[in-house]
């Protein structure tokens, strides 16, 4: 089956690093864009970055120099390392593939607070 | 960076009626433009791309058309499952960005 799962989110407090994982099934993430969005509560839908198949990323002014896209073939799996967090990080980070996002995880929360 | 500007906000449409939702780019993002629709605890599901394709297995009372800078979602006859948030999305230039969201809801 292809499919997206997420881990990673909890609570962090401000200032602090969390790294999010998007496990893929079913297909090569190196094969692929592969992006994360994010959706903070109530809010609409933000992208935060993509990684191409060819290794080059790119960021949303809101998270450049704090995250960092990669991705492990071996693992088949897409990362997404997040420092100095803030409150208005908090959401639910969604993994999707491809150009447009054709396929999409369930998710993961992240909640910056003290 | 492009800025999305969907409208109107809130759609409320009666079941079996048409709805019209709009979003306009910045600037021309050519027909690389797509629509998502997202229900309440849901990921967003692509509907159509490249302006005006729908995506496998999304129904022909979806249809989308533009480019450059003037895109329409056009639901040709609401149906119950219809009802939800959708957005638009460019992906021609770098940072991507969406639009704040059309809902449509029942009327």
């Known amino acids: 089956e292809v499919q997206l799962v997420e881990s990673g989110g909890g609570l962090i407090q401000p200032g602090g690093s969390l790294r999010l994982s998007c496990a893929a099934s079913?297909?090569?993430?190196?094969?692929?864009?592969m992006s994360w969005v994010r959706q903070a509560p109530g809010k609409g839908l933000e992208w935060v970055s993509v990684i191409h198949s060819g290794g080059s990323t790119h960021y949303a002014d809101s998270v450049m120099g704090r995250f960092t896209i990669s991705r492990d073939i071996s693992q088949n799996t897409l990362y997404l390392q997040m420092n100095s967090l803030r409150a208005e990080d908090t959401a639910v980070y969604f993994c999707?593939?491809?150009?447009?996002?054709?396929?999409w995880g369930q998710g993961t929360l992240v909640t910056v607070s003290s | 960076e492009i800025v999305m500007t969907q409208s109107p906000a809130t759609l409320s449409v009666s079941p079996g009626e048409r709805a019209t939702l709009s979003c306009r780019a910045s600037?021309?993002?050519?027909?690389?433009f797509a629509w998502y629709q997202q229900k309440p605890g849901q990921a967003p599901s692509l509907l159509i791309y490249g302006a005006s394709t729908r995506a496998t297995g999304i129904p022909a009372r979806f249809s989308g058309s533009g480019s450059g800078t003037d895109f329409t979602l056009t639901i040709s006859s609401l149906q119950s499952e219809d009802f939800a948030v959708y957005y638009c999305q460019q992906y021609n230039n770098w940072p991507w960005t969406f639009g704040q969201g059309t809902k449509v809801e029942i009327k």
């Open positions: 079913g297909f090569t993430v190196s094969s692929n864009y």
């Open positions: 999707a593939r491809e150009r447009p996002m054709l396929l």
């Open positions: 600037q021309s993002v050519s027909s690389n």
